[in-house]
């Protein structure tokens, strides 16, 4: 064997002799190249400068990016930008986007088989949005399509809105027999009568069905105002205009209103009986075309009695002028707009807050109660607090990241995106089992001394942003305590509180119920639930963010016997009388449980 003697390991020398080796053979490639006619790849730089500018001139603040990365600044004072780095300096066509406030996105496509000088600047021009909002306009359609089904043919988020609650705003079982008056089956309750005095009512007669409350029975010739939050594309009337929403005056009001089914004495927009795009409740393009919600610069809150539409600013428009808003700065299509808004809790404010009751004069209301208040709740918490380390969104929770690339399917041609939130839009709530049980964090101990068991919970909202359970106040969430001897027969309570005669079956049972409890000031009920009505708060035993409940139990327990004590967290849409009443079959939920056995 040869000794290779100052010499470098093969695979080494190799290498080396490749960086000899290599330069010719591109010098070689290149040669044959211009010889067949062919050029060499261009290549984009690495560095672009442009300006972004409008037809009134350059545009200062404008987000600049380069599509498809998270690669993005901001224009100087001048509307001037330099973008380096990420998605550039390749061989392929890069899309540069821009936005700014009141207008449209913009880009521009570099291509690098058009030389860009070192010196150049490119040009990204905004369109302004149109001003007002065209209530005449006809929701969106496409290839035939019409309503949400349309989105469909792009989004992947229409098969998420579909399994959500706000496609079902306009038929939820629950809400119509609500507002007409009804059990499931359609039996029509009994009118309400008033008594002479005008302000109270009597009571159902006994020997007539009752099928609970329901708004149409204190108010046959009246729409209210459910319709703003429950088919808000029901009708073609401007935002601002209560009356017309509501039809609270006479016969003057929402003549144009497109509801069906209503008898000409009935003015404003009655949320049943209507049919097309209104039935798909909150559909994708109403909550693509809300511009503004206004609020109450002293409160924070949306203006009493304007639930809904009634506080919102929509931008149906005019003509070709089309517009939807989303939470992508870098689209590159003509009517699509960046808004800042969609991913603030604001944004859910209008519908989850309202005051029912009040008085209205000079434009402003007086009296009423506070009835839907979960963005108040969460304004309120730490979640709603910036700066306490804890801010969280209403869409950080209820419609939080979905695991994709895409909102628009490749196939559509949509953008591969790594780098931004895309929300799901089922938007969990009350009805995803999973999503409740997160809400609320229970303890429990039970301990046994001289025939006496004693047992302590504690519960912590410690996962809601609001009030457990929050808005419609004929919900309620029960703690249920209760001791087990080992034949399953219940031992009595020695001490401690409990549940009231509303829990229904489980009314006296050991335990505590958690509820917003309101008071009829027409009829004297209490749970109230035609909260439409005058009404008073006389308790407000719920759990609120990061607040612990702690009850503690006596059991007499038999000396010498074993057995078992349960506790369960058990949350209800309604109470269980109302229940009854509308022949709602929704089951419990149990969002919490635990068993301690007993071995004296």
């Known amino acids: 064997m040869n000794a290779r003697p100052n010499r470098l390991p093969l695979r080494a020398e190799l290498a080396l002799s490749g960086l000899i080796v290599l330069p010719a053979l591109l010098v070689v490639l290149a040669a044959c190249a211009e010889q067949a006619g062919l050029e060499p790849a261009a290549r984009l730089p690495v560095t672009v400068s442009g300006v972004v500018r409008s037809a009134g001139g350059p545009i200062a603040g404008a987000i600049v990016q380069v599509q498809g990365t998270p690669n993005r600044t901001m224009t100087d004072a ?3 930008f330099t973008l380096h780095g990420q998605g550039l300096g390749g061989s392929h066509v890069v899309t540069v986007t821009a936005w700014a406030e009141g207008h449209y996105i913009g880009w521009t496509n570099l291509d690098p088989r058009r030389p860009i000088a070192k010196d150049d600047r490119i040009v990204v021009e905004l369109r302004p949005l149109f001003d007002g909002d065209n209530h005449e306009y006809t929701w969106f359609s496409d290839e035939g399509i019409h309503g949400s089904a349309s989105c469909g043919l792009c989004h992947r988020e229409y098969a998420e809105w579909q399994a959500d609650a706000h496609a079902r705003a306009a038929i939820n079982p629950r ?6 008056g009804t059990d499931l089956s359609g039996r029509r309750g009994q009118p309400t009568r008033f008594a002479g005095d005008g302000r109270s009512v009597l009571l159902a007669d006994p020997a007539l069905p009752d099928t609970g409350p329901g708004f149409r029975l204190d108010n046959p010739d009246r729409a209210g105002t459910c319709a703003a939050c429950h088919t808000p594309m029901a009708a073609r009337i401007p935002t601002d205009n209560s009356c017309a929403w509501s039809g609270c005056h006479a016969t ?3 003549d144009r209103a497109e509801s069906v089914g209503v008898t000409p004495s009935i003015r404003g927009v009655t949320p049943v009986g209507i049919e097309g795009i209104g039935l798909e409740g909150v559909a994708c393009e109403f909550c693509h075309k809300i511009r503004e919600v206004i609020l109450d610069p002293g409160t924070g809150l949306p203006y009493p009695d ?3 539409i009634l506080s919102l600013k929509l931008a149906r428009p005019y003509g070709d002028q089309q517009i939807f808003f989303g939470t992508l700065t870098d689209v590159s299509r003509e009517r699509d707009s960046y808004l800042p808004l969609q991913s603030e809790s604001q944004f859910c404010a209008a519908c989850h807050f309202g005051v029912f009751g009040g008085v209205v004069s000079n434009m402003k209301m007086t009296g009423g109660t506070v009835i839907y208040n979960s963005y108040g709740e969460w304004l309120n918490s730490p979640y709603g607090q910036h700066g306490s380390g804890l801010y969280r969104t209403c869409q950080d929770c209820h419609m939080p990241r979905q695991d994709t690339l895409y909102s628009v399917f490749p196939h559509r041609g949509g953008v591969a995106r790594d780098y931004v939130t895309y929300h799901n839009h089922t938007m969990p709530g009350a009805s995803d089992e999973k999503f409740l049980r997160s809400a ?6 039970a301990t046994y001394q001289g025939g006496t068991v004693d047992v302590q919970v504690s519960l912590t909202n410690s996962g809601a942003g609001h009030a457990v359970p929050t808005d419609a106040p004929m919900r309620s969430v029960m703690l249920v305590v209760e001791a087990l ?3 399953g027969h219940l031992i009595p309570l020695k001490r401690g509180p409990i ?3 509303w829990a229904g079956n489980y009314a006296g049972r050991a335990g505590k119920a958690f509820a917003r409890v309101l008071r009829d000031n027409w009829s004297g009920e209490t749970p109230a639930t035609a909260f439409w009505r005058p009404v008073t708060e006389v308790a407000d035993t719920r759990l609120f963010p990061f607040v612990t409940d702690t009850t503690t139990y006596a059991f007499d327990w038999p000396p010498g016997a074993s057995g078992t004590v349960k506790v369960r967290l058990i949350y209800r849409r309604a109470f269980q009388k109302l229940a009854q009443q509308k022949g709602w079959n929704d089951p419990d939920i149990v969002m919490a ?3 301690i056995p007993i071995q004296p």
């Open 78 to 80: 001048q509307g001037h």
């Open 175 to 180: 809400f119509i027999s609500m507002f007409r």
């Open 252 to 254: 003057v009001t929402a």
């Open 306 to 308: 304007m639930p809904g």
């Open 440 to 445: 609320v964090t229970m303890t429990s101990t």
């Open 485 to 487: 001897d080992a034949n």
């Open 499 to 501: 549940l009231p005669d």
């Open 593 to 595: 449980a635990s068993e």
